[in-house]
Antibody, heavy 123, light 112 residues
Framework: EVQLVESGGGLVQPGRSLRLSCAAS????????MHWVRQAPGKGLEWVSG????????GYADSVKGRFTISRDNAKNSLYLQMNSLRAEDTALYYC????????????????WGQGTLVTVSS | QSALTQPASVSGSPGQSITISCTGT?????????VSWYQQHPGKAPKLMIY???NRPSGVPDRFSGSKSGNTASLTISGLQAEDEADYYC????????????FGGGTKLTVL
């Protein structure tokens, strides 16, 4: 059974940093791209960042480019999101999502999601 | 990376069919067959319902179907059931930036 468990969220002041983690199990982690998707309270989904299985391809939403850094540790079956210079508009539930498709083939959808970790940016 | 356009809400009675539209541009919906749809119940994580425009993952009822014409994708739910009441989001790969995706604003489905 695929499991994605996010952690690292919390209350942080504007301008500060936070690092989110996602622990993956139930599939061969280093065969699949992974993504972060966020959802502000009462709002819709927003894709944040994605990383290929070998970290060779990385992308960011314009809203976080230059402030957030995605990474993965395949030996630890873990995905990370380093968030710097946080702003009030970054307040959201952050989901870790697995890319679908075949192993080591790019897929353009998200087939499994974690339950999310809440990040609140406020003074 | 502008959001895809979805109606804010749709409704239907049990047994009826409804369609949710998702309008983008030639840089996303119209340019690729990479549209996916997600169902989200309150307080829950999104669930994949349709991928690559019209493919259903195993376990998703065949009452759910997807299609695309030009820059607009559609999700159709036939034989509406009470448990279909949820928020639905479309998503597409987009060429607006390197390795980038975009979501629609979401549609609240109410089963009357």
């Amino acid at each position: 059974e695929v499991q994605l468990v996010e952690s690292g969220g919390g209350l942080v002041q504007p301008g500060r940093s936070l690092r989110l983690s996602c622990a993956a199990s139930g599939f061969t982690f280093d065969d699949y791209a992974m993504h972060w998707v966020r959802q502000a309270p009462g709002k819709g989904l927003e894709w944040v960042s994605g990383i290929s299985w070998n970290s060779g391809s990385i992308g960011y939403a314009d809203s976080v480019k230059g402030r957030f850094t995605i990474s993965r540790d395949n030996a630890k079956n873990s995905l990370y999101l380093q968030m710097n210079s946080l702003r009030a508009e970054d307040t959201a539930l952050y989901y870790c999502a697995k890319a679908g498709g075949l192993p080591q083939k790019f897929a353009y959808y998200f087939d499994y999601w974690g339950q999310g970790t809440l990040v609140t940016v406020s003074s | 990376q502008s959001a895809l356009t979805q109606p804010a809400s749709v409704s239907g009675s049990p047994g009826q069919s409804i369609t949710i539209s998702c309008t983008g541009t030639s840089s996303d919906v119209g340019g690729y067959n990479y549209v996916s749809w997600y169902q989200q119940h309150p307080g829950k994580a999104p669930k994949l319902m349709i991928y690559e425009v019209s493919n259903r993952p195993s376990g998703v009822p065949d009452r759910f179907s997807g299609s695309k014409s030009g820059n607009t994708a559609s999700l159709t739910i036939s034989g509406l059931q009470a448990e279909d009441e949820a928020d639905y989001y479309c998503s597409s790969y987009t060429s607006s930036s390197t390795l980038s995706w975009v979501f629609g604003g979401g549609t609240k489905l109410t089963v009357l």
